[in-house]
C-alpha cells in the first residue's frame, strides 16, 4: 500500500511539474510594433501656435507655425538578417493639430509566430512618388482634401505654414512627382544595435521641424517664404524635409 501512495504521489507531482513547465513555456505570437513620431523645434516640443526663432545668432527671425501635415507611405522594418517587416497600410498623412495618423496610428505586424526578429532599420518615404496615384487622386477616400492639389494634379507631400512678423506668412507646400521637381523622399534611419521584438514594442522616432530651415540647405525666409508648387526651392525644402527624422529607442510596450 505505501509502495502504491508512493507511485501516485511521484506521478502526481511530475504531471505538476510537466503542467508548471508548460504554463511557461513562451506562447508563439506574432510581434507588433507601434510608431511613434515626437515633432520637435532643436531641443524643445514642437507646438503649433508657439514662437520658434530661425536664426539662434541674431534671433532675428521667429516663426509661429499655424499648420503641419505630411504623407509619410511605404513604411518598412528590416531585421539584421534582411527580413521586411511591412506597415499595416501603405500610405498614411500625419495632421499635426490633431496629433493624429490617418487612417490610423502606424503600426507593424511581424509575418511569422513564434519567431525571433532582431530589426535594425526602418526606411519610409515623405510624400507621393507615384505619378498614377497622383493623377487619379487614388488616396481620396483615405485622407482629407486639404493635401491634394486640383489644379495641379498631384499630392502635396508636406504642408507647413506660419506667420512672421518679418515676412508675415510662411506658406511651404511641397509636392511634385514630375522632373526635375520629383520631391518625395526615401528615408532610411538604423538603429543603435539590432533589437529583439517583444510581443508589443514602441518604436519612437524624432522629426525636428527646425531642419525644415536648417539641414542640406539654408532656408532663408526673406528670400523665398511662399511654395505653391513644384519649383526649384520646393527641391530644397524637399531635401531639408528627409534630413529631419532621426531614430530616438525602441523599448517593449
Known amino acids: 500500500m505505501k509502495v502504491f501512495v508512493k507511485s501516485l504521489m511521484a506521478i502526481i507531482g511530475m504531471a505538476v511539474m510537466f ?7 513562451p506562447k508563439p505570437f506574432k510581434q507588433v510594433v507601434k ?3 515626437e515633432h520637435i523645434w532643436g531641443d524643445t516640443d514642437f507646438i503649433l501656435n508657439s ?3 530661425l536664426d539662434t545668432t541674431t534671433k532675428a527671425d521667429t516663426l509661429i507655425p499655424s499648420r503641419l501635415i505630411y504623407h509619410i507611405n511605404h513604411l ?3 531585421t539584421e538578417d534582411s527580413v521586411q517587416i511591412d506597415a499595416d497600410h501603405e500610405y498614411y498623412m500625419y495632421n499635426h493639430e490633431e ?3 490617418y487612417p490610423e496610428d502606424i503600426s507593424f505586424t511581424t509575418p511569422q509566430e513564434g519567431v525571433k526578429y532582431y530589426v535594425n532599420s526602418i526606411e519610409f518615404t515623405i510624400g507621393i512618388e507615384d505619378s498614377l496615384t497622383s493623377v487619379n487622386n487614388l488616396l481620396s477616400g483615405f485622407f482629407t482634401s486639404p493635401m491634394y492639389w486640383g489644379m495641379i494634379m498631384g499630392y502635396v507631400n508636406f504642408k507647413f505654414e506660419a506667420t512672421s512678423p518679418q515676412v508675415n506668412t510662411v506658406i511651404y507646400h511641397v509636392g511634385g512627382y514630375l522632373d526635375p521637381y520629383k520631391n518625395f523622399r526615401t528615408i532610411r534611419l538604423s538603429f543603435k544595435t539590432p533589437y529583439l521584438l517583444e ?3 514602441i518604436l519612437t522616432l524624432q522629426a525636428d521641424i527646425y531642419k525644415v530651415f536648417n539641414a542640406k ?3 532663408d525666409i526673406h528670400q523665398f517664404n511662399d511654395i505653391h508648387a513644384p519649383n526649384d526651392n520646393s527641391v530644397k525644402v524637399a531635401d531639408n524635409i528627409s534630413k529631419m527624422f532621426s531614430f530616438k529607442s525602441i523599448l517593449p510596450e
Open 76 to 78: 518598412k522594418l528590416f
Open 51 to 53: 514662437v520658434y526663432v
Open 99 to 101: 496629433k493624429k495618423f
Open 19 to 25: 503542467q508548471s513547465c508548460k504554463d511557461d513555456d
Open 35 to 37: 510608431l511613434k513620431i
Open 199 to 201: 510581443k508589443q514594442n
Open 217 to 219: 540647405n539654408v532656408i
